[in-house]
Every structure is written in structure tokens, then in C-alpha cells.
């Protein structure tokens, strides 16, 4: 039987890259780490990591071990907390998001955290695909999400509507198929499935984004309505991020009449053990964001 000890040294030195830190990480020596990794492969009779000056790579042998035994460890993690303390206020909650999302509820759930100063948030922006494997991985223990899951561990539930809006520089008013196509297209890694979401049923014109001449391109969420403040053309995002822009007096709003909206669903791993504070944190993320919701 493997020694759950070994395995998590191991795992972790995977995940962390380095034998001085994986040391720290544990509360460990580096030769402590070594030791275990050392009496894992003797174990298994199978070479786990080739050493690399400083760095080290994973043999087949030691790629499977990781894939398998991470979850190993997160379910004997698990476990720990279900029969240890299990505290309401208390720990690490690691979250994961879309942008825009993430611009509203972030600095919503800081403030949570600096009521309850033992309660850690670990926040992470990344897009729905990635967010899934985060879940799935374990790596996160709440995932917000505009898709629906693709992968069988992934358990979501929808909790809002976040509105789709076209977005202008000042002074557009009223806005036209001549105003967009003379502005141009500021675009972001969901601009041309935002803008198909939204402009298709607002104007008969519309085919595709690419109609429209490219004047910009951001993948940082909060600096997209920028080059639209300055008159550099237009844009469509999800109102969370429109809303955290402080610049409102530099850009026109717009709801057309058509609207559209995207469902943001809450997600977890389907079979791993709920602690209290994840959730408190689910609690105070619907409390956030469900004002209009479902």
C-alpha cells in the first residue's frame, strides 16, 4: 500500500516545481522531500523523476502516478475535514471566474474577508474552459461559470442573468448599423461571440463580427472600455464589467431593445465533501450576485 505521507510530498513537489519550496510548502526539509520521493519509487520499483540541473522531469511512470494520486490526496483531504473542525469563518477558499464576473464579486468578497480576517480568498480570473478544469482538478473549490459543464465531475447550478450591452464612445446616443460600421470593432477574447449574441437579433445587417473594421484588441477585462472612452470605436460586454468602469461620463450605454442575457451557473466537484466555509462563500456570492437573479 502506498504511503499517503510519500504521495503527497510527491504530489505536491509535481505542483509546485521545486524541492525548496515544496519543502516550505510542507513544513519539511529538502532532503525530507527527497527521502520520500526517493522511498516512493522504491516502493513502486519504478523511477518517478529524471533531476535536471535545479529542475526535475516526470517519468511516464511518474505522470500516471500524479494523475491518479492528486485525487487521492484530495479525497483524504476531504476526509480530514469532514471528521476535523469544520469552522464557518475559517480557511482557504479558492475561487475561479470570468472577467467580468469577477471585477463585480472580487472586491465583494475581500470585504467579506476583512469582516472575517481568518477567511482567506483566493481568487482567480480565467475563462469558462479553464474554470471547468479548475474544478475538476480540485484546484478551486467554487467555479462561476457562463457554460454549461462538459465534464461529468463538473456540477453546476444557475444562480443569475448577467445582460449582454453594446457599448460607445460619448455622443452616440441613438445607436445605428452607420455608427458601428464607421466606429469599428473594439474586440476581447469573447468579443465576436458577445457581439453575434447581441447584435444579431438588434440589426438585421449584421453577419458577423467581421464586418466591422478591428480598432482594438484588449484581454484584460477591466482596460476593454478604454480605447471606447477615447473614441476609438465600440464594444459589447456583460454588464459587470461595464459597471466596474469608472470612466461612465467618456462612453454610452446601451440597451437595446432586444436584450440578451448570459446564465452564470455556480459549480463544484460532484463528489467532494462541502465545508462550512465554502458554504458561507457560496452564501455570500449569491447574496452578490442573485439580487436579480433566478
Same mark, same amino acid.
Given at each position: 500500500?502506498?504511503?499517503?505521507?510519500?504521495? #503527497?510530498?510527491?504530489?505536491?513537489?509535481?505542483?509546485?516545481?521545486?524541492?525548496?519550496?515544496?519543502?516550505?510548502?510542507?513544513?519539511?526539509?529538502?532532503? +525530507?522531500?527527497?527521502?520520500?520521493?526517493?522511498?516512493?519509487?522504491?516502493?513502486?520499483? !519504478? !523511477?518517478?523523476? @529524471?533531476?535536471?540541473?535545479?529542475?526535475?522531469?516526470?517519468?511516464?511512470?511518474?505522470?500516471?502516478?500524479?494523475?491518479?494520486?492528486?485525487?487521492? $490526496?484530495? %479525497?483524504?483531504?476531504?476526509?480530514?475535514? !469532514?471528521?476535523?473542525?469544520? /469552522?464557518?469563518?475559517?480557511?482557504?477558499? &479558492?475561487?475561479?471566474?470570468? +472577467?467580468?464576473?469577477?471585477? &463585480?464579486?472580487?472586491?465583494?468578497?475581500?470585504? *467579506?474577508? =476583512? #469582516?472575517? /480576517?481568518?477567511?482567506? $480568498?483566493?481568487?482567480?480570473?480565467?475563462?469558462?474552459?479553464? @474554470?471547468?478544469?479548475?474544478?475538476?482538478?480540485? &484546484?478551486?473549490?467554487?467555479?462561476?461559470?457562463?457554460?454549461?459543464?462538459?465534464?461529468?465531475?463538473?456540477?453546476?447550478?444557475?444562480?443569475?442573468?448577467?445582460?449582454?450591452?453594446? @457599448?460607445?464612445?460619448?455622443?452616440?446616443?441613438?445607436?445605428?448599423?452607420?455608427?458601428?460600421?464607421?466606429?469599428?470593432?473594439?474586440?476581447?477574447?469573447? +468579443?465576436?461571440?458577445?457581439?453575434?449574441?447581441?447584435?444579431?437579433?438588434?440589426?438585421?445587417?449584421?453577419?458577423?463580427?467581421?464586418?466591422?473594421? #478591428? %480598432?482594438?484588441?484588449?484581454?484584460?477585462?477591466?482596460?476593454?472600455?478604454?480605447? *471606447?472612452?477615447?473614441?476609438?470605436?465600440?464594444?459589447?460586454?456583460?454588464?459587470?464589467?461595464?459597471?466596474?468602469?469608472?470612466?461612465?461620463?467618456? @462612453?454610452?450605454?446601451?440597451?437595446?431593445?432586444? #436584450?440578451?442575457?448570459? %446564465?452564470?451557473? $455556480?459549480?463544484?466537484?460532484?463528489?467532494?465533501? %462541502? /465545508?462550512?466555509? $465554502?458554504?458561507?462563500?457560496?452564501?455570500?456570492?449569491? =447574496?452578490?450576485?442573485? *439580487?436579480?437573479?433566478?
Amino acid at each position: 500500500m502506498i504511503n499517503p505521507v510519500w504521495l #503527497r510530498s510527491f504530489c505536491t513537489l509535481v505542483e509546485v516545481g521545486h524541492f525548496t519550496r515544496t519543502a516550505d510548502a510542507l513544513h519539511m526539509t529538502q532532503s +525530507g522531500v527527497s527521502q520520500h520521493v526517493r522511498k516512493l519509487e522504491g516502493h513502486l520499483n !519504478q !523511477q518517478l523523476i @529524471v533531476k535536471r540541473g535545479k529542475g526535475f522531469t516526470l517519468t511516464s511512470a511518474g505522470e500516471r502516478l500524479y494523475h491518479e494520486g492528486r485525487n487521492l $490526496i484530495a %479525497t483524504l483531504t476531504d476526509l480530514e475535514q !469532514q471528521i476535523g473542525i469544520d /469552522p464557518e469563518y475559517e480557511g482557504l477558499v &479558492k475561487l475561479a471566474s470570468p +472577467g467580468s464576473v469577477g471585477l &463585480k464579486l472580487y472586491p465583494y468578497l475581500l470585504a *467579506v474577508q =476583512k #469582516r472575517y /480576517p481568518k477567511l482567506v $480568498i483566493d481568487y482567480r480570473f480565467a475563462p469558462n474552459s479553464e @474554470v471547468e478544469k479548475l474544478i475538476a482538478d480540485h &484546484k478551486v473549490d467554487i467555479g462561476l461559470m457562463t457554460s454549461l459543464a462538459t465534464m461529468a465531475d463538473v456540477c453546476l447550478r444557475a444562480i443569475t442573468e448577467e445582460e449582454l450591452l453594446l @457599448v460607445m464612445p460619448a455622443g452616440h446616443i441613438a445607436p445605428t448599423w452607420e455608427q458601428l460600421t464607421a466606429l469599428g470593432f473594439i474586440d476581447h477574447p469573447d +468579443g465576436s461571440y458577445h457581439a453575434a449574441l447581441l447584435l444579431s437579433i438588434n440589426f438585421p445587417e449584421f453577419q458577423n463580427s467581421r464586418q466591422f473594421k #478591428r %480598432t482594438g484588441f484588449s484581454n484584460q477585462i477591466n482596460l476593454i472600455l478604454e480605447p *471606447v472612452s477615447m473614441g476609438l470605436g465600440f464594444t459589447v460586454l456583460p454588464s459587470y464589467a461595464v459597471a466596474a468602469f469608472t470612466q461612465h461620463a467618456k @462612453v454610452e450605454v446601451h440597451r437595446l431593445d432586444k #436584450r440578451v442575457t448570459e %446564465t452564470l451557473y $455556480i459549480g463544484r466537484h460532484a463528489n467532494r465533501f %462541502t /465545508p462550512n466555509r $465554502i458554504t458561507t462563500v457560496t452564501k455570500e456570492i449569491e =447574496k452578490c450576485l442573485c *439580487v436579480d437573479g433566478l
